[in-house]
């Protein structure tokens, strides 16, 4: 079993539409959780951190995340074709370690 | 201000050769991570760079060698190159002992294909 598990998609919906990314993962020790955006043949560029269990917002993003059960989620308000991208999850057992786990990525398209 | 850079963008290698990827960290930053993004995958943390020593390292064969130099810049060297180090080889930099995941920056990655 991997460490973090992510629906790998893709993804397609209309824009305007609330989107939902998720993942799981398996040891308790993960401490941070980020969300990542990805665009084709670019670098990962970070959205989200969050480091407690609860909700998170900046915008039209959210951040959810729920250490008991191990899910962390992303939701994407009044989405834009321009948000159509890779979506990947990651994870840190300490804040000041580097050893980051990430999730495979979700690959959304939202169509005009 | 200059992000984290990354040369080259591309590069073709076939199997058995050696190959040379660098990168400069964003201006203030002293720490620098690689990261190997299989197609389809997340990256994959290889090592950590910070006074111009390894000090993290992931679970990487010793084929995979890096280097920091004093103005902070990092290589990352490969021997001995397989079909499967193709991916995309992304550089990360952040300034050291400054807490949150939120500080660290991520170049836009050169991309190695092994023929």
């Known amino acids: 079993q991997k460490e973090v598990e992510q629906d790998p998609g893709p993804l397609s919906v209309p824009e305007g539409a609330i989107v939902s990314l998720n993942c799981t993962y398996s040891?308790?020790?993960?401490?941070?959780f980020m969300w990542y955006r990805q665009y084709s043949r670019k670098g990962p560029e970070l959205l989200m951190y969050t480091y407690s269990s609860g909700n998170k917002e900046d915008g039209r993003f959210t951040a959810q995340v729920d250490k008991s059960s191990k899910y962390i989620s992303l939701f994407i308000r009044d989405s834009q074709p321009s948000d159509s991208a890779t979506y990947l999850c990651a994870m840190l057992r300490s804040d000041y370690g580097q050893n980051f786990v990430f999730g495979p990525g979700t690959r959304l398209s939202v169509l005009p | 201000d200059a992000g984290v850079t990354q040369s080259p963008t591309h590069l073709i290698k076939t199997r058995g050769q050696q190959v040379t990827l660098r990168c400069s960290p964003k201006s203030g930053h002293d720490t620098v991570s690689w990261y190997q993004q299989a197609l389809g995958q997340g990256p994959q943390f290889i090592f950590q760079?910070?006074?111009?020593?390894?000090?993290q390292r992931g679970n990487f064969p010793d084929r995979f060698s890096g280097h920091q130099f004093p103005n902070y810049s990092s290589e990352l060297n490969v021997n001995a190159l397989l079909l499967g180090d193709s991916a995309l080889y992304l550089c990360?930099?952040?300034?050291?002992?400054?807490?949150?995941?939120?500080?660290?920056?991520f170049g836009p990655g050169t991309r190695l294909t092994v023929l």
């Open positions: 040891n308790s020790a993960f401490q941070y």
């Open positions: 990360a930099s952040k300034l050291r002992g400054l807490a949150g995941s939120d500080t660290q920056y």
């Open positions: 760079y910070y006074e111009e020593e390894e000090r």
